[in-house]
Each structure stands twice: as C-alpha cells, then as structure tokens.
C-alpha cells in the first residue's frame, strides 16, 4: 500500500513498484524454464500413481534427486510430467518411471451389488478415516467393503459384495459418528 498527500507521487510510486515487481516475477520465470529446459508428459495410469510416489514420498523424492528432474503426477488427466535440463535425464527417469507403472499389479473393475449410503456432516469425516486413514483401512477389510467419503453431498457410502458385510460396516460406521450426549448437570446444594 502506498499512501502519502500528492496524489500524483502515490500514482507514480505504485506504477514503479508494479513495474519491479513484474520484473522480478518474469525473472524467477526465465530462471525455472532455464532449470528445466526439457519436458515429456506421458500416460500414466492412475492406479500406478502410488508406486510412483512411494512409502511417504521416498520413491518419487529419489527419482527427482538421482536425475535432477521435477516429477509432477497429473491425476484428472491420467499422465506423469517429467521436467529435467537434458533429454537424457528425462529419458532416463521415464525409464524407469515405466518400470514402476509395468509393476503395478492390474485392476480389474469391481462391481458392489450392495450399497448403503449414511449422512455424515463434514467435520465427522476425519473420525471415520482416523489417523493417517488407519481407522477407513481396518473397516473396509474387516467388513470386505468399499467405503467412499463425498464431502459435497456430506454422506458416507458404503459398498460391498454381501450384504452382511455392507450391514456391519454401516453400523460400526454409525457408532463411530455418533454424537457422544453432554454428561448430565449435577446441581450441589449450598
């Protein structure tokens, strides 16, 4: 914010400083175009994104330190973009980036003939995902179900193959996003 008595002054100032400031922002441009200089973005299924990534990041962080390349998974589009100062660390990191994706077992297309949906306000969903979603693995094992959080609608689907199954996992579900009562007021007389 520029401020001061001569409306002029203030006017010219701000102009300058917009002027400096788009320079500096053009030169932090050309500087990361001139680090990554080469770019190949290649189909990369989204099932394969994880092994990618790796445990906590480690697989895509080492890939991006050996090769000196920015690795950057494009998930809505289905592809992996690999930026690098030469085309042979590029190739070289997509050599191996095609390996990963080869590894990734094959998914086959699961159809639930049973499904329940449960409302759920949005700041319950984190109780029913749990720490690092420990709490949504072990439910959706134990029950042999699919569990799918939509924060749009503000519901909890719960699909699965039996329908035992989806029943107890929509009843653990329910006693997990129960509201726990106040405790009861206890007046003391004096």
Known sequence: MVT????????GCRQA??????????EG??????????????????????FIIGREGKTIKELEERFSVKIELL??????SVKGRSASTVGACLDILGNLMESAPPVTPVN????RKL??????????????GKTVRELES?????IVLLRETEEIRVMGNTWDGVAACFS????????????PLVFKRQ
């Open 4 to 11: 001061g008595d001569d409306a002029s002054k203030v006017d």
């Open 17 to 26: 400083l917009v002027k400096l400031m788009t320079a500096a922002s053009n």
């Open 29 to 50: 441009k050309r500087a990361t175009a001139a680090k990554y200089s080469h770019q190949v973005r290649v189909i990369c299924p989204g099932h394969t994104h994880g």
């Open 75 to 80: 998930p809505k589009l289905e592809e992996v």
């Open 112 to 115: 639930y003939s049973h499904r």
């Open 119 to 132: 409302p759920c306000p949005l700041d319950l969903h984190g109780v029913v995902i749990g720490h690092a």
């Open 142 to 146: 134990k029950h042999s179900v699919k």
């Open 172 to 183: 653990a579900i329910k006693t997990l996003i129960k509201p726990v009562p106040p405790p």
